[in-house]
């Protein structure tokens, strides 16, 4: 079992940023592939980024590509996402997930949740 806890959310304004952290512990000794959803108001959760693991792979949606960064320090069994140029429509709860195997943008591909972050960018 792995438990996964996400940090940094908050308000800021459009064009600002923000760095989200997921903090990983239990089982943690498998390298574990690390993906970060989102989850505007009303609407589905997203993919947004997937790291492997040893982070050396990496993709994003095409609506964060340039702006987000994804990464990861092994050693403290932590994952990032720099977001940048941030939009009103960023707006969303965070999700970040991890998977044993799976190295993809679909949720049921991950094995284990955070209970989510949330940003919210003012116009």
């Known amino acids: 079992q792995v438990q996964l806890v996400e940090s940094g959310g908050g308000l800021v304004q459009a064009g600002g940023s923000l760095r989200l952290s997921c903090a990983a512990s239990?089982?943690?000794?498998?390298?574990?592939?690390m993906g970060w959803f989102r989850q505007a108001p009303g609407k589905e959760r997203d993919f947004v980024a997937v790291?492997?693991?040893?982070?050396?792979?990496?993709d994003y949606a095409d609506s964060v590509r340039g702006r987000f960064t994804i990464s990861r320090d092994i050693g403290k069994n932590t994952v990032y996402v720099q977001m940048n140029s941030l939009k009103p429509e960023d707006t969303a709860v965070y999700y970040c997930a991890a998977s044993g195997s799976y190295y993809g943008r679909r949720q049921h591909g991950y094995d284990f949740w955070g209970q989510g972050t949330t940003v919210t960018v003012s116009s």
């Open positions: 239990g089982r943690t000794s498998t390298n574990y592939i």
């Open positions: 790291i492997n693991w040893n982070g050396r792979s990496t």
